[in-house]
């Protein structure tokens, strides 16, 4: 009797010859790039280093192709858009200590993103290990230890031979539901010695599928095929899981209105006669959803932005799928499944029954008037006249990546992204400097299509550095950065609290004369000629910058006092 796992594929002739002669002058840089290759991956992000020499001079035996950034951090940025936009995992090559650490905010954006990033870094020599005090260049106690609380899984090799297991496990993790960075270390020695290892050819990293019970799937079917007043609420579990066209299904034959998270923006189309859009920091909104009797969360741990400042209390039955399942019932009780949101959408689709509410449209329409009486109550033109031209000067379906910055907390809420999976920020983590790293990660992915990069001036001057990037690689992007002379949201939430902004205000460089100085055209613009240089920036090849003077503002938050 035979079993499946009793199967071995045998290998051919041919390559039983191939593995008992591997060609010379390869070192354990080549089994990373090997693997990689092995696993599908086309091209490598990363910032060489002593320590990490050995992986970098293999590069040139390889069929990958790397972009290189000039800050850790901002590789990393570039790393995590590239996973967004392709879905695939994407290598991030680093050095060891500064270099290593320096990634650590990138990272944690694209954990909170479940963006899939393969990051590799160099260690110090084998004999390091262990955490003595050798003194090693970059040496740490335990490398590792830095990166455990941020990463999904961490992958140490101390010999030649795991290298292709130990990357196929990585590659496993990032890629399994929920996406998310991984970190695999292995030491310079390792690196740089020669190896008389096989090449390596198709290294076995399927990702496992993340299936929900089929006994919550019915319950949550029931439910929801039942309801009087259900609605959706949609994260970025939806867009990262595919699972867009499945959710306006599922909408549709539920008469649900859906509102889409700041991170599950695209997730459900814009206009349609069930979209709430993305109004969240808004009280109307949040009223809407406490009033429905069954709520779907797909996708969203309802944290602290989608849950309007936790102002949000549910009063019906919420049903949530997730696939973090530390995210699973952290913040309200509910039905929950631990599963892959496309995976959950389908049972449900196959089991919910179909249910016709004629008042829904109605109710959506009355809620968005609110909501835009509320704005335009609030003396906002400007904010709005920007955001629109924006809107029309990027053309449908080109991505676009928004820093930390007022105009991007604007388009969380007001922007129409126009396609799926292609308006992304930092959000999750927030930090600073990710828009404009990120749309050179996005041009890298697909440089066929225009990319758009939003920052305010303290934004940009974390990636400033990155015009060398665009230029050597030529990548379409076009920055718009505001520049309103320091930072922006800061300043105006220290004036509401203490009556007046410190360490808010900057000295910044002319962004124009600067682009221009790394072979980058940039121009000044007005709010009112924004529309025309931006399209003209983004229709023209390579890479541009466009800086508009001004002072933005925010509209008023309704989470307050509650």
């Keep these: ?3 499946d796992h009793d199967l ?8 039983t010859e191939a593995a008992l002669n591997p060609p010379p002058g390869r070192n354990g840089g080549d089994l990373v790039v090997e693997t990689l290759a092995g696993l599908g991956a086309t091209t490598v992000f990363g910032l060489p280093g002593q320590h990490a020499l050995g992986m970098f001079d293999a590069l040139r035996r390889s069929s990958l192709r790397y972009v290189g950034l000039r800050v850790e951090n901002n590789a990393g940025f570039a790393a995590d858009a590239y996973g967004r936009i392709t879905g695939e995992a994407a290598p991030l090559l680093l050095s060891t200590g500064p270099g290593a650490l320096t990634s650590l905010a990138a990272l944690q954006e694209a954990a909170a993103a479940s963006a899939p990033v393969l990051a590799i870094s160099s260690q110090i020599p084998t004999a390091g290990l262990g955490g003595g005090r050798h003194g090693y260049l970059h040496e740490l106690p335990d490398q590792a230890a830095s990166f455990r609380g941020v990463v999904k899984s961490v992958h140490t090799v101390r010999t030649q031979s795991q290298i292709p297991s130990a990357i196929a496990a990585a590659w496993k993790s990032a890629l399994t539901a929920p996406h998310g960075p991984v970190w695999v270390e292995i030491p310079q020695d390792v690196l740089l010695a020669q190896t008389g290892l096989p090449v390596v050819t198709a290294p076995d990293a399927t990702p496992e599928d993340l299936v929900p019970r089929p006994e919550l799937t019915a319950v949550a079917a029931h439910l929801l095929s039942h309801a009087s007043r259900p609605a959706i609420i949609a994260g970025g579990g939806v867009v990262r899981s595919d699972a867009a066209g499945k959710l306006l299904q599922l909408a549709e034959k539920l008469d649900a209105p859906v509102v889409t998270t700041f991170g599950g923006k695209g997730a459900f189309p814009w ?18 959803l406490e009033d429905a009797d069954v709520l779907l969360v797909v996708g969203s741990g309802l944290g602290e932005l989608s849950s309007n400042y936790y102002t949000f209390e549910p009063r019906g039955r919420v049903v949530q799928i997730e696939a973090d399942l530390g995210k699973l019932e952290s913040n309200h009780p509910a039905l929950g499944i631990h599963a892959d949101a496309r995976l959950a959408l389908q049972a449900l689709l196959e089991t919910v029954e179909e249910r016709t509410d004629e008042a829904a449209p109605a109710r959506v329409r009355e809620l968005l008037s609110r909501v835009g009486e509320r704005i335009a109550s609030q003396e906002l033109d400007l904010e709005q006249q920007v955001l629109a031209a924006v809107r029309r000067a990027l053309p449908a379906g080109a991505p676009s990546f928004w820093d930390m910055t007022i105009l991007a907390y604007w388009a969380w809420s007001a922007f129409d992204p126009r396609g799926t999976n292609v308006m992304h920020s930092a959000q999750g983590a927030g930090g600073l400097g990710y828009g ?14 225009p990319v758009l990069a939003v920052s305010g001036d303290g934004g940009a001057l974390y990636s400033i550095a990155e015009l060398a990037t665009a230029r050597q690689y030529d990548l379409p992007v076009t920055w718009l950065i505001v520049d309103d002379g320091g930072y922006g ?7 509401d609290a203490f009556g007046q902004a410190t360490a808010t205000e900057l000295t910044r460089p002319d962004y124009v004369a600067l ?11 007005t709010p009112e000629t924004l529309e025309e240089d931006l399209a003209k920036a983004l229709s023209a090849p390579g890479p541009s910058v466009v800086v508009l003077p001004a002072v933005l503002r925010m509209f008023a938050p309704t989470h307050l006092g509650r």
């Design 8 to 15: 071995v594929l045998r290998p051919t002739p041919a390559q």
């Design 1 to 3: 009797m035979t079993h």
């Design 515 to 525: 682009a221009e100085s790394f072979g980058v055209p940039g121009v000044r613009t």
């Design 436 to 449: 404009f790293p990120a749309a050179l990660g996005a041009a890298a992915a697909d440089p066929t299509r």
């Design 489 to 495: 949201i800061l300043r105006e939430y220290m004036t």
């Design 271 to 288: 206009e349609h006669p069930l979209s709430l859009q993305s109004w969240l920091e808004d009280r109307h909104t949040t009223d809407f």
